[in-house]
């Protein structure tokens, strides 16, 4: 069977089909099942709380969309018993006639939620920029020798 993914930094992960809408959650939570497989949760979490990247690709593996802004909430739910498609089985019926029947596939899953950046988000990431920035100044001035003072009013 093949699977609807996501990328998430470097590591791609298959997911329950139709289960993901992250692109269209403007000031919205929304969430997506990931399906465990090999994966172990905790590296899962790992992942998605270190990057704001995430690509989702369809079953083919053609990109759908791509967003570079999304905050993952840390919010994880297990689910051992979840559809994650449909597959087509073959049956013989009544008449002796094969027929194909659609079924539903279970698995296990984490189902995590993502939402879009706040104001607090912007707040922490320009306090990150501006600890970088000052620890490059601070680097220049021990390598220069030359002092500088910043006024930040």
């Known amino acids: 069977m093949k699977f609807e993914t996501i990328k998430v930094g470097n590591k791609t992960y298959n997911i329950a089909k ?3 809408s992250l ?3 403007i000031g919205y939570t929304s969430k997506v099942a990931i399906i465990i497989g090999s994966n172990k949760v ?3 979490h790992k992942n998605l709380s270190e990057n704001t990247t ?3 690709y369809d079953a083919d593996g053609v990109e759908e969309w791509k967003q570079d802004n999304l905050v993952y909430t840390g919010l994880m739910s297990l689910q051992s018993s979840f559809p994650i498609g449909i597959e087509p089985v073959e049956e013989t019926n009544e008449s ?3 027929v194909t029947k659609h079924k539903e ?3 296990e899953v984490v189902i995590v939620e993502y939402r879009t950046p706040n104001i607090q988000d912007e707040l922490q990431s320009q306090k990150k920029q501006i600890t970088n920035l000052n620890a490059q100044l601070a680097y220049l001035q021990m390598i220069s020798g030359v002092e500088t003072e910043v006024d930040y009013e």
Do not use: P, Q, W
């Open 42 to 44: 905790t590296d899962i």
């Open 54 to 56: 995430v690509t989702k």
């Open 18 to 20: 139709g289960s993901c």
């Open 23 to 25: 692109n269209d959650l």
């Open 105 to 107: 596939v279970m698995g």
């Open 96 to 98: 002796g006639n094969t």
